[in-house]
């Protein structure tokens, strides 16, 4: 069984909006100004990206209704690949399908069966603002916390993309 939510971030904004039939559900957005970390709600779901590091950053999962309990990590690599590995073992790899970071999945590994594919993300319009569709596998336990990993990992990608460009001019 799939469900279908839409996610926008319009032009300036910091906050990453998701939606369900129109309706707000989540958001995602930095935990401060100038700061790294990113607190992001998904349904009953509300959690803290932490970001560490200085030239290779590290990010610890919190869950925030849980005083900060670390519920998974992120590992991130260089060439844009990433994974979340949660507390109880499962993991996840994000994937992105083409440079332009228009379609990404999160990927569910291991289980002794063939990995699969638990939630799909695309970029449907990019000019001022970005909008999107996820779909996402709702037998899935824990899947809003998919969600928010894989849009969090695609923005973080992106922050990186826009710094690198604009150390380069």
């Known amino acids: 069984m799939s469900k279908s939510l839409t996610w926008t971030k319009e032009a300036f904004a910091r906050t990453t909006t998701i939606l369900d039939n129109?309706?707000?559900v989540g958001t995602m957005r930095p935990e401060s100004t100038f700061g790294r970390?990113?607190?992001a709600h998904l349904?009953?779901?509300h959690v803290l990206f932490d970001v560490t590091g200085f030239i290779s950053h590290s990010v610890s999962v919190h869950d925030l209704t849980n005083a900060r309990q670390l519920i998974g990590h992120i590992a991130l690599s260089f060439g844009k690949r990433a994974e979340l590995i949660l507390a109880?073992?499962?993991t996840y790899q994000?994937?992105?399908h083409n440079m332009l970071m228009r379609d990404w999945d999160m990927i569910r590994e291991g289980d002794g069966q063939a990995d699969q594919e638990v939630v799909s993300y695309s970029l449907t319009r990019q000019f001022f603002?970005?909008?999107?569709?996820?779909?996402?596998?709702?037998?899935l336990p824990g899947a809003d916390l998919i969600v928010l990993?894989?849009?969090?990992i695609r923005n973080y990608f992106q922050r990186r993309r826009r710094a690198a460009v604009v150390a380069a001019s």
Do not use: P, Y
């Not at 603002?129 to 037998?139: F, K, M």
């Not at 990993?149 to 969090?152: D, I, K, Q, S």
């Open 43 to 45: 349904n009953d779901v």
């Open 22 to 24: 129109g309706q707000i």
């Open 94 to 96: 994000w994937k992105r």
């Open 88 to 90: 109880n073992g499962e």
């Open 129 to 139: 603002a970005d909008h999107g569709d996820i779909s996402v596998d709702t037998q």
């Open 37 to 39: 970390d990113v607190e």
């Open 149 to 152: 990993t894989g849009l969090f």
